[in-house]
Protein backbone atom coordinates (compact mmCIF):
# COMPACT_ATOMS: atom_id res chain seq x y z
CA UNK A 1 0.00 0.00 0.00
CA UNK A 2 1.69 3.72 -1.15
CA UNK A 3 2.52 5.99 2.02
CA UNK A 4 -0.39 8.43 2.06
CA UNK A 5 0.83 12.28 1.88
CA UNK A 6 0.54 14.64 4.24
CA UNK A 7 -2.72 16.43 4.82
CA UNK A 8 -2.67 20.68 4.25
CA UNK A 9 -2.62 20.43 8.52
CA UNK A 10 0.07 18.27 8.83
CA UNK A 11 2.36 20.45 6.52
CA UNK A 12 1.00 24.05 8.19
CA UNK A 13 1.29 22.71 11.73
CA UNK A 14 4.60 20.17 11.32
CA UNK A 15 2.30 17.65 12.59
CA UNK A 16 2.60 13.92 11.21
CA UNK A 17 -0.36 13.11 9.67
CA UNK A 18 -2.28 9.13 9.92
CA UNK A 19 -2.04 8.47 13.50
CA UNK A 20 -3.96 5.38 14.78
CA UNK A 21 -4.27 7.26 17.67
CA UNK A 22 -8.38 8.55 17.91
CA UNK A 23 -9.33 6.65 14.65
CA UNK A 24 -8.70 3.53 13.17
CA UNK A 25 -8.59 4.27 9.38
CA UNK A 26 -6.74 6.47 7.52
CA UNK A 27 -7.46 8.76 5.07
CA UNK A 28 -7.82 12.04 3.35
CA UNK A 29 -11.17 14.97 2.97
CA UNK A 30 -11.07 17.39 0.72
CA UNK A 31 -12.07 20.45 2.75
CA UNK A 32 -14.96 21.11 0.19
CA UNK A 33 -16.87 18.05 1.96
CA UNK A 34 -16.85 19.53 5.09
CA UNK A 35 -19.54 22.01 6.57
CA UNK A 36 -18.81 25.72 6.77
CA UNK A 37 -18.91 25.88 10.37
CA UNK A 38 -16.31 22.99 10.37
CA UNK A 39 -14.03 25.08 8.12
CA UNK A 40 -14.53 28.18 10.09
CA UNK A 41 -12.99 26.12 13.10
CA UNK A 42 -10.12 24.99 11.41
CA UNK A 43 -9.57 28.44 10.38
CA UNK A 44 -9.80 30.13 14.15
CA UNK A 45 -7.71 27.13 15.55
CA UNK A 46 -4.94 26.58 13.12
CA UNK A 47 -4.62 30.07 12.04
CA UNK A 48 -3.09 29.91 8.73
CA UNK A 49 -0.94 32.34 7.45
CA UNK A 50 -2.61 32.93 4.43
CA UNK A 51 -7.06 31.55 3.92
CA UNK A 52 -7.10 28.48 2.54
CA UNK A 53 -9.07 27.30 -0.87
CA UNK A 54 -11.48 24.83 0.32
CA UNK A 55 -11.31 23.16 -3.06
CA UNK A 56 -7.06 22.46 -2.98
CA UNK A 57 -7.10 21.49 0.75
CA UNK A 58 -7.58 18.81 2.50
CA UNK A 59 -7.04 16.69 5.76
CA UNK A 60 -6.29 13.62 7.11
CA UNK A 61 -8.84 11.36 9.78
CA UNK A 62 -6.11 11.81 12.33
CA UNK A 63 -5.81 15.74 12.29
CA UNK A 64 -9.99 16.19 11.99
CA UNK A 65 -10.67 14.33 14.79
CA UNK A 66 -8.12 16.56 16.86
CA UNK A 67 -8.97 19.70 15.54
CA UNK A 68 -12.50 19.14 15.24
CA UNK A 69 -14.36 16.38 17.01
CA UNK A 70 -12.07 15.82 20.05
CA UNK A 71 -10.38 19.62 20.31
CA UNK A 72 -12.58 20.92 23.05
CA UNK A 73 -11.36 16.96 25.45
CA UNK A 74 -7.41 17.25 23.74
CA UNK A 75 -6.62 21.03 24.37
CA UNK A 76 -5.09 22.55 27.73
CA UNK A 77 -3.72 25.53 26.46
CA UNK A 78 -4.02 28.37 23.97
CA UNK A 79 -4.92 27.01 20.65
CA UNK A 80 -2.16 29.12 19.20
CA UNK A 81 0.53 27.16 16.88
CA UNK A 82 1.90 30.43 15.48
CA UNK A 83 2.20 32.46 18.33
CA UNK A 84 -0.37 35.02 17.14
CA UNK A 85 -2.37 35.23 20.08
CA UNK A 86 -1.16 38.42 23.07
CA UNK A 87 -0.57 36.87 26.43
CA UNK A 88 -3.17 39.02 28.71
CA UNK A 89 -2.48 36.86 31.78
CA UNK A 90 -1.49 37.88 35.65
CA UNK A 91 0.74 36.68 38.52
CA UNK A 92 -1.15 33.30 40.12
CA UNK A 93 -2.31 34.11 44.15
CA UNK A 94 0.77 32.68 46.02
CA UNK A 95 -1.05 31.60 49.45
CA UNK A 96 2.04 28.83 50.46
CA UNK A 97 3.68 31.66 52.50
CA UNK A 98 1.04 33.23 54.44
CA UNK A 99 -1.00 32.93 57.57
CA UNK A 100 -4.16 31.28 57.38
CA UNK A 101 -5.68 33.95 59.21
CA UNK A 102 -4.42 36.25 56.25
CA UNK A 103 -5.12 34.09 52.91
CA UNK A 104 -9.05 35.15 52.26
CA UNK A 105 -8.58 38.98 52.66
CA UNK A 106 -5.26 38.76 50.27
CA UNK A 107 -6.84 36.86 47.40
CA UNK A 108 -9.50 39.20 47.59
CA UNK A 109 -7.06 42.08 47.20
CA UNK A 110 -5.66 40.08 44.62
CA UNK A 111 -8.80 38.83 42.73
CA UNK A 112 -9.94 42.29 42.19
CA UNK A 113 -6.47 43.50 41.44
CA UNK A 114 -6.24 41.13 38.71
CA UNK A 115 -9.90 41.54 37.29
CA UNK A 116 -8.64 45.35 36.94
CA UNK A 117 -5.33 44.49 35.22
CA UNK A 118 -7.29 42.13 32.94
CA UNK A 119 -9.79 44.21 31.75
CA UNK A 120 -7.48 46.86 30.66
CA UNK A 121 -5.56 44.16 28.57
CA UNK A 122 -8.30 43.23 27.24
CA UNK A 123 -9.44 46.30 26.38
CA UNK A 124 -6.12 47.14 24.57
CA UNK A 125 -5.90 43.07 22.73
CA UNK A 126 -9.61 43.31 21.51
CA UNK A 127 -9.01 47.61 20.65
CA UNK A 128 -12.28 48.74 22.54
CA UNK A 129 -13.08 50.98 25.30
CA UNK A 130 -12.34 50.26 28.66
CA UNK A 131 -15.63 51.00 30.08
CA UNK A 132 -17.48 48.27 27.53
CA UNK A 133 -15.10 45.27 28.90
CA UNK A 134 -17.41 44.92 31.51
CA UNK A 135 -17.28 42.42 34.30
CA UNK A 136 -20.44 40.05 34.52
CA UNK A 137 -21.23 39.39 37.63
CA UNK A 138 -23.16 35.84 37.61
CA UNK A 139 -22.16 34.80 41.25
CA UNK A 140 -24.92 33.20 42.69
CA UNK A 141 -25.72 34.30 46.07
CA UNK A 142 -23.73 31.77 48.96
CA UNK A 143 -26.83 29.34 51.08
CA UNK A 144 -23.90 29.01 53.50
CA UNK A 145 -22.83 32.23 54.38
CA UNK A 146 -25.97 32.96 56.82
CA UNK A 147 -24.93 29.78 58.57
CA UNK A 148 -21.65 31.25 59.17
CA UNK A 149 -22.80 34.67 60.06
CA UNK A 150 -24.96 32.99 62.82
CA UNK A 151 -22.07 31.11 63.92
CA UNK A 152 -20.18 33.98 64.55
CA UNK A 153 -22.82 35.99 66.30
CA UNK A 154 -23.33 32.79 68.82
CA UNK A 155 -19.19 32.66 69.59
CA UNK A 156 -18.93 36.09 71.00
CA UNK A 157 -19.63 34.10 73.96
CA UNK A 158 -15.86 33.97 74.76
CA UNK A 159 -15.90 37.97 75.03
CA UNK A 160 -19.14 38.06 77.07
CA UNK A 161 -18.23 39.36 80.91
CA UNK A 162 -19.82 36.55 82.39
CA UNK A 163 -17.18 34.07 80.28
CA UNK A 164 -13.96 36.18 80.64
CA UNK A 165 -12.39 38.92 81.71
CA UNK A 166 -10.41 41.54 80.14
CA UNK A 167 -6.95 41.64 81.45
CA UNK A 168 -5.82 45.01 83.10
CA UNK A 169 -2.33 45.56 81.83
CA UNK A 170 -1.52 47.58 78.98
CA UNK A 171 1.04 45.29 77.47
CA UNK A 172 -2.00 42.45 77.28
CA UNK A 173 -2.89 42.61 73.78
CA UNK A 174 -2.75 40.44 70.91
CA UNK A 175 -1.65 41.96 67.49
CA UNK A 176 -3.70 40.16 64.70
CA UNK A 177 -4.36 40.79 61.25
CA UNK A 178 -7.98 41.68 59.94
CA UNK A 179 -8.55 42.40 56.53
CA UNK A 180 -5.14 42.90 55.98
CA UNK A 181 -4.81 45.46 58.68
CA UNK A 182 -3.21 45.18 61.80
CA UNK A 183 -5.45 45.70 64.77
CA UNK A 184 -5.13 45.11 68.35
CA UNK A 185 -7.13 43.22 70.47
CA UNK A 186 -7.03 43.11 74.90
CA UNK A 187 -6.25 39.91 76.20
CA UNK A 188 -8.91 38.14 77.88
CA UNK A 189 -8.96 35.71 80.59
CA UNK A 190 -11.57 32.96 80.53
CA UNK A 191 -12.91 32.09 84.04
CA UNK A 192 -14.35 28.46 82.62
CA UNK A 193 -12.65 25.66 80.97
CA UNK A 194 -13.46 24.58 77.43
CA UNK A 195 -15.75 21.83 78.08
CA UNK A 196 -17.63 23.67 80.83
CA UNK A 197 -18.03 26.78 78.35
CA UNK A 198 -19.12 24.28 75.52
CA UNK A 199 -22.06 22.55 77.83
CA UNK A 200 -22.94 26.76 77.91
CA UNK A 201 -22.74 27.46 74.54
CA UNK A 202 -25.50 24.74 73.79
CA UNK A 203 -27.81 25.99 76.91
CA UNK A 204 -27.47 29.70 75.33
CA UNK A 205 -28.12 28.26 71.49
CA UNK A 206 -29.87 25.87 69.73
CA UNK A 207 -26.48 25.37 66.82
CA UNK A 208 -24.94 21.83 67.08
CA UNK A 209 -20.83 21.71 67.09
CA UNK A 210 -18.68 19.36 68.66
CA UNK A 211 -16.55 20.32 71.63
CA UNK A 212 -13.26 19.91 69.29
CA UNK A 213 -14.70 22.53 66.73
CA UNK A 214 -16.08 24.64 69.33
CA UNK A 215 -12.36 24.43 70.52
CA UNK A 216 -10.68 25.51 67.69
CA UNK A 217 -12.76 28.44 66.72
CA UNK A 218 -11.26 29.77 69.98
CA UNK A 219 -10.37 33.21 69.37
CA UNK A 220 -6.64 33.61 70.22
CA UNK A 221 -6.93 37.10 72.14
CA UNK A 222 -9.18 34.44 74.78
CA UNK A 223 -6.50 32.82 76.84
CA UNK A 224 -7.02 30.04 79.56
CA UNK A 225 -5.74 30.46 82.83
CA UNK A 226 -2.79 28.06 82.12
CA UNK A 227 -1.55 30.11 79.49
CA UNK A 228 1.79 31.45 79.78
CA UNK A 229 1.85 35.01 82.15
CA UNK A 230 -1.85 33.79 83.66
CA UNK A 231 -0.57 33.75 87.04
CA UNK A 232 -0.04 37.24 86.94
CA UNK A 233 -3.35 38.56 86.71
CA UNK A 234 -6.14 35.35 87.99
CA UNK A 235 -7.29 35.55 91.35
CA UNK A 236 -8.38 31.97 91.32
CA UNK A 237 -7.81 29.75 93.49
CA UNK A 238 -5.30 27.74 91.60
CA UNK A 239 -3.29 30.65 91.42
CA UNK A 240 -3.69 33.10 94.08
CA UNK A 241 -0.58 33.64 96.85
Not at 30 to 49: C, G, H, I, Q, Y
Request: charge should be positive.
Amino acid sequence: MAELPLCTFGLLLQDECHKKVHTRSVGLYNLSELSDANFELLMLRTKPVDHLQRENCNICFHHEQVLLEKFDKLQRNCCDPFSKHPCIGCTPVKLHSMPVRSRISYAKRKIATATTEIQKKVSKVIQVPLNLVVNEDDAAECDGCNDLTKLVAELKIFEDDEISRMCPGQKEFLSIRIDGQRVHRQKRLLLLNLKEMHVEFKKRTAMKIGLSKFCSLQPPWCITVDSSGAHAICVCETHQN
